[in-house]
C-alpha cells in the first residue's frame, strides 16, 4: 500500500507547507556547507599545521564521501525506507558537523568532513523527491521553484556568510551556522513526513564497487587535475583510467544483469535520460561561475572577500527572482522556451563579464552577475519538470539521486576547465606581454612608462612585473567568460531534443 505521500497530489495544506519547510531547511543547510568551508581553508591551514594541498583534503574527502553515498541512496531509500534514510542523514550530518569544528588535527577533521559527506549525499535527491510528490503535477513548477531557492541561493551566499563568519568568529564558526535549521529541519521531517513503502530490490554490489569506482576516480581527477599537472601526472593517468574503466563495466553489467543497480526503466526514460545530459550542462555553464567570478574579483579588483561576497549578493537576487517567475512561466508557456530563456541570459552575462577590463566598476560586474543568477532560475526549474515529466512516480528518489549526481559533476567539471584555461592562458599571456617590455622598447621610455614602473629600479620592476601579471590573468578571465559563452549559446539549440506536453498545467502524469 502506497504511502499517502505519494498518492494523488500528495498531503495537504499545513502538512504539505510544513514538508517544504523541511526539505528547504535541510537543503539549505547542506549545499551551504559545500561552499562555506572553501571560505575557511586558508584560516584552517594555520591552526591545523597543515600544507596548502593537505588542507586542500578537507573539501576532496567530503566530495569523495559524497559522491559514493549519493550514488546509493536511490537504494537506500527504497530499502530502508525514504524518511528514515533523510531523517538519519540530517542527523549524521548535525553530528558530523559539530564534530568538524571541534577538530583539532588534520586527521581529525578528515575523517570528520568524510562522514558529513557521506551523510549528506542522500538530503538533496529526497528533498527533491519530496517536493515532488507533495504537490500536484500542475504545480511541480511552483514546488520546485521554492525548494530551488536553496539549491540554487546557497551556493552564492556561501562566500558572503563565510567570509563574515571566518573574520569574525573563527574558522570553527562555519560548521556550526547551520546546525539550528537543520534541527529544525530535523525535527519537521520525523513529525510530517510519512514513510514510504519498503523495496526488497537485491543490492547490486558489482554494480555498485563499479560505479563508485568510476566516481571516485573521477572526483579525485577533478579536484587535483590542475595542481598535478593533469595528464602530465601518471596519478591523473590512472584516475582517468580508472574512472572510464568503471563506466563501461558499469554500463554493460547494467545492461545484462537481471537485478541492476539503477532501475533500467530510468535510463529508458528518452526524455530523463536527455534531461540528465541538460542538468550536467547546466553544472557546466552556470555552477563554474561560483568560483571563477569571485576569484575574478579578488585577484583582479584586489577585493577582500567579505566585500566580493557581497558584489555577488545580486547574483543571489537575480536567482531568487527568476525561480519563482519560471514556476508560473512553465504553468503557461513551453518549458523548453523557459529553459533557453535561462541559458541566454547565462551567455549574455558571460559575455558581459568577457568585455571587462582589469578595473571595471564594481557596478558594472554587479549587473552582470544579476543577469547570470536570471538565467540560473530559467534554467533549473523547467528543466527538472520536464526531466521528470514522463517518470513514474516509484522512480523519483532514484532519479532524483542521478540529477543531483549528475549536475555536482557538470559542476566539476566546468570548475576544472575554466581553472584550467585561466592558468595556462595565464602562462602564455604572461610570456608574450612580458617579451614585449623590455628597457629598449618605446612604450618603457619616460613618460610612456609611469613613473611607478621604473625599469631602473627594482621597486619599479617588481611593480612593473606584478602588472604584466595582473594584466596575464585579464587575458585569461576573458578566455573564461568566452567558453562559457559559447556553451551556454551551443545548449540553446539541444532544447529542442527534449520532449514536452506543454505547460504542466495541461500535462497527466503516468
Request: aromatic share 10%; charged share 10%; glycine share 10%.
Amino acid at each position: 500500500m502506497r504511502s499517502p505521500d505519494g498518492a494523488g497530489g500528495g498531503p495537504a495544506g499545513f502538512a504539505r507547507s510544513m514538508i517544504t519547510a523541511a526539505a528547504m531547511m535541510a537543503t539549505t543547510v547542506v549545499i551551504l556547507d559545500m561552499t562555506i568551508a572553501a571560505i575557511a581553508l586558508p584560516y584552517m591551514q594555520g591552526t591545523l599545521g597543515a600544507n596548502q594541498d593537505q588542507i586542500s583534503w578537507v573539501m576532496t574527502t567530503y566530495f569523495v564521501s559524497q559522491a559514493v553515498s549519493t550514488a546509493c541512496t536511490g537504494w537506500i531509500a527504497g530499502r530502508v525506507g525514504r524518511k528514515r534514510t533523510f531523517v538519519l542523514s540530517i542527523g549524521g550530518f548535525i553530528c558530523f558537523s559539530m564534530l568538524s569544528g571541534t577538530a583539532s588535527s588534520l586527521p581529525e577533521i578528515l575523517f570528520y568532513r568524510a562522514c558529513q559527506g557521506a551523510f549528506s549525499a542522500p538530503v538533496i535527491p529526497i528533498s527533491q523527491a519530496l517536493m515532488l510528490d507533495s504537490y500536484p503535477p500542475e504545480r511541480h513548477g511552483q514546488a520546485l521553484a521554492v525548494w530551488g531557492t536553496g539549491v540554487m541561493f546557497a551556493p552564492v551566499m556561501g562566500p558572503v556568510v563565510g567570509g563574515f563568519l571566518t573574520d569574525h568568529y573563527g574558522w570553527p564558526s562555519v560548521f556550526f551556522v547551520g546546525i539550528p535549521f537543520a534541527l529544525a529541519g530535523l525535527a519537521l521531517a520525523a513529525i510530517f513526513i510519512r514513510e514510504t513503502t519498503v523495496e526488497t530490490r537485491r543490492f547490486d554490489v558489482f554494480g555498485f564497487l563499479a560505479l563508485a569506482s568510476a566516481l571516485v576516480a573521477l572526483q579525485l581527477m577533478l579536484d587535483r587535475g590542475e595542481t598535478e599537472g593533469w595528464f602530465a601526472s601518471p596519478e591523473i593517468v590512472v584516475e582517468a583510467v580508472v574512472a572510464i574503466l568503471g563506466l563501461y563495466v558499469f554500463a554493460v553489467h547494467s545492461m545484462t544483469t537481471d537485478s541492476p543497480f539503477i532501475s533500467r526503466r530510468i535510463l529508458g526514460d528518452r526524455n530523463f535520460v536527455l534531461g540528465l545530459f541538460f542538468m550536467f550542462l547546466l553544472g557546466v555553464c552556470v555552477l563554474a561561475l561560483n568560483v571563477i567570478l569571485p576569484m575574478f574579483l579578488q585577484l583582479l579588483r584586489g577585493l577582500p572577500v567579505m566585500t566580493a561576497g557581497l558584489v555577488m549578493a545580486p547574483r543571489g537576487l537575480g536567482t531568487l527572482i527568476s525561480l519563482l517567475a519560471a514556476g508560473w512561466m512553465v504553468r503557461v508557456m513551453d518549458g523548453r522556451l523557459v529553459a533557453a530563456l535561462g541559458f541566454g541570459a547565462v551567455a549574455f552575462s558571460s559575455h558581459l563579464l568577457s568585455t571587462f577590463p582589469a578595473d571595471v566598476g564594481l557596478d558594472a560586474v554587479t549587473f552582470a552577475a544579476f543577469v547570470n543568477g536570471l538565467g540560473i532560475g530559467f534554467v533549473w526549474v523547467p528543466l527538472t519538470v520536464i526531466c521528470f515529466e514522463t517518470l513514474p512516480r516509484r522512480y523519483r528518489t532514484e532519479a532524483s539521486t542521478l540529477t543531483s549526481l549528475v549536475r555536482n559533476y557538470g559542476s566539476g567539471v566546468g570548475v576544472s576547465v575554466v581553472a584550467a584555461v585561466l592558468s595556462r592562458t595565464r602562462a602564455v599571456s604572461y610570456g608574450e606581454i612580458a617579451a614585449r617590455v623590455h628597457p629598449y622598447g618605446e612604450a618603457t621610455q619616460p613618460p610612456l612608462l609611469p613613473p611607478q614602473w621604473d625599469y631602473h629600479s627594482h621597486a619599479g620592476r617588481l611593480a612593473l612585473d606584478g602588472e604584466i601579471f595582473r594584466q596575464a590573468q585579464a587575458i585569461g578571465f576573458t578566455n573564461d567568460f568566452h567558453l562559457l559563452t559559447l556553451a551556454a549559446l551551443a545548449t540553446i539549440p539541444l532544447l529542442a531534443f527534449l520532449r514536452t506536453r506543454g505547460p504542466t498545467g495541461r500535462s497527466t502524469e503516468r
